[in-house]
């Protein structure tokens, strides 16, 4: 088995900033490409940011210039740096991994249980 636990979320005022982490444990041969997604209330679950194995990124419009993914593939872990947030980012934020088990196995995607993140005065 796989396991993704995010930490990091919380509540911050607009214009701060917070750092998730998403650490991936278990059964693990390599993690290729990582991501963060988020759900809002009542709003369909939506990409923040990917990132490929060779660290390659990708981003959301309304992310761009403020969030920055990153990881450590040594500790299986990706980060995501959030500045300059805003009301409307508040939201669930669950990571993602594309998890190879053995050598020669298949791809599988798991997903993290969620982390609570509030922008608000």
């Known amino acids: 088995q796989v396991q993704l636990v995010e930490s990091g979320g919380g509540l911050v005022q607009p214009g701060g900033s917070l750092r998730l982490s998403c650490a991936a444990s278990g059964s693990i041969f390599s993690i290729n490409a990582m991501g963060w997604y988020r759900q809002a209330p009542g709003k369909r679950r939506e990409m923040v940011a990917t990132?490929?194995?060779?660290?390659?990124?990708d981003y959301a419009n309304s992310v761009k210039g403020r969030f920055t993914i990153s990881r450590d593939n040594a500790k299986n872990t990706e980060y995501l740096q959030m500045n300059s947030l805003k009301p409307e980012d508040t939201a669930v934020y669950y990571c993602v991994a594309d998890v190879t088990r053995w050598i020669g196995g298949v791809i599988q995607q798991y997903w993290g249980q969620g982390t609570q993140v509030t922008v608000s005065s």
């Open positions: 990132i490929t194995r060779g660290d390659s990124t």
